[in-house]
C-alpha cells in the first residue's frame, strides 16, 4: 500500500494563497514587504533615524505545547519571531509589547508563559513594555490560548540594510537554527502524535533562536572596517526558498548548496515519517538556517571571526528573482 505523501497544503496551509494575500495588502499600502516596517522618526523623512516595528506568533507550536503541558519556553518563541525579524533592515531592538488570550486565566500556567517572554526579552536586548491579557470565556477550548507579540525598534538611515547592494559574486552565510524554530508545526503535528510525541516533544519544543547579539556583534565589526551587511533573511515559513528573495534586487538569483551544512537529525525525521518531498521540505522549514547574511567575499575572514559559527552556504548569481538549492 501506497503512503500518503504529506505537504503543508494538505496539513492545513497554502502558502500560494498567503501569497497571494500579501501581494493585495502591498498594493493597497505599499511600504509593507519587508521582514519589518521603517518609518521616519521626524515625519518629513530628513532625520537620521528611522522607528522599525514588526509583529508575528508563534503558530500551531502552540498545540504542542498545549498537547505536552509545557509553557516555560513557548515565550522565547513569541519573542524570537519578531526581535529577529526587526534586526534584518539593522535595527537595535528597543521594546516589546505581548498579547496573551486564553478562555480562562491559570495562573501556574500564565506566570510560565510570561517567564519565558521575560527570557526572550533577555536575549533579544529590548525591554518588555506591556501587553494585554485577555480572558475570554467560550474563545478558546479548555487548557489553550494563543500569543502575539509587537516589536519596535530603531536605526540610522543611513545603516539601513535593504539588500539594494547585493551584486553577482557576493557570498551567502548561515547561522544554524536550533531546529524547526516556529515554522511547519501544522504538518510537523500530522507526523508525531501519541508516545511518539512524548519521545520527541522536547526537541519539538527547542525556542527558536535569537539572533540580535550575533547581528549587533557583526554590525559593530563591519563598522570599524569599514564594510557593510549587504543582507539579512529571518528564515521563517516559506524556508529559504520563500525568504531569501525577500531582499534580493531584481535581476539576481541566490544558489544555495545543501551540501554546505549539516541539517539536524529531526528534519530527516519529519521528511521520513511523514513521506514529504525534498522540495516541500525545503518551502516549509528552515532546514537548520536560521538567519543568512550577505556579505562580499573580502568581508568573509572577518565574518567568520566574529561569527565561527556562519558557514558559507551558497552566492548570488545573475538570474531570476529566486532561489536554487543544487
Not at 512524548?198 to 556583534?217: C, E, F, Q, S
Not at 570599524?224 to 531584481?250: C, D, F, M, W, Y
Amino acid at each position: 500500500m501506497a503512503r500518503t505523501i504529506l505537504t503543508y497544503r494538505k496539513s492545513g496551509v497554502d502558502i500560494d494563497l498567503a501569497d497571494k494575500l500579501v501581494d493585495h495588502i502591498q498594493k493597497k499600502a505599499p511600504a509593507i514587504g519587508g521582514f519589518a516596517g521603517l518609518f521616519p522618526l521626524d515625519l518629513d523623512g530628513s532625520g537620521p533615524w528611522n522607528l522599525v516595528a514588526c509583529t508575528d506568533g508563534v503558530g500551531t507550536k502552540l498545540k504542542l505545547a498545549f498537547a505536552l503541558d509545557r509553557h516555560d519556553t513557548i515565550g522565547i518563541d513569541l519573542v524570537a519571531m519578531s526581535v529577529n525579524d526587526l534586526v534584518t533592515c539593522g535595527a537595535k531592538p528597543l521594546i516589546f509589547l505581548d498579547y496573551y488570550a486564553t478562555g480562562k486565566l491559570a495562573l501556574k500556567r500564565s506566570k510560565r508563559i510570561i517567564a519565558g517572554i521575560m527570557e526572550g526579552c533577555r536575549q533579544g536586548r529590548c525591554v518588555l513594555l506591556g501587553g494585554e491579557t485577555a480572558e475570554m470565556p467560550g474563545m478558546y477550548p479548555e487548557g489553550e490560548y494563543d500569543l502575539a507579540g509587537f516589536a519596535v525598534g530603531i536605526v540610522k538611515r543611513s545603516e539601513v540594510i535593504d539588500g539594494s547592494k547585493i551584486f553577482p559574486g557576493d557570498l551567502i552565510l548561515g547561522l544554524p537554527s536550533s531546529g524547526l524554530h516556529s515554522n511547519g508545526y501544522s504538518l510537523v503535528r500530522r507526523v508525531f502524535k501519541g508516545k511518539d510525541l512524548d519521545k520527541w516533544g522536547k526537541a519539538l519544543l527547542t525556542p527558536t533562536r535569537i539572533y540580535v547579539d550575533d547581528v549587533r556583534n557583526l554590525q559593530a565589526a563591519f563598522l570599524a572596517e569599514q564594510k557593510i551587511i549587504l543582507g539579512l533573511s529571518h528564515i521563517t515559513g516559506g524556508g529559504l526558498v520563500e525568504n531569501v528573495p525577500r531582499v534580493l534586487p531584481r535581476g539576481r538569483k541566490a544558489v544555495f548548496r545543501k551540501d554546505a551544512w549539516k541539517r539536524p537529525p529531526l528534519f530527516a525525521e519529519v521528511q521520513r515519517r511523514g513521506n514529504v518531498p525534498e522540495s516541500e521540505m525545503w518551502r516549509t522549514f528552515n532546514m537548520g538556517i536560521g538567519m543568512v547574511i550577505v556579505i562580499r567575499p573580502d568581508s568573509l575572514e572577518l565574518a567568520k571571526k566574529v561569527l565561527p559559527e556562519a558557514r558559507v552556504i551558497g552566492e548570488v548569481v545573475v538570474g531570476k528573482h529566486e532561489v536554487e538549492v543544487v
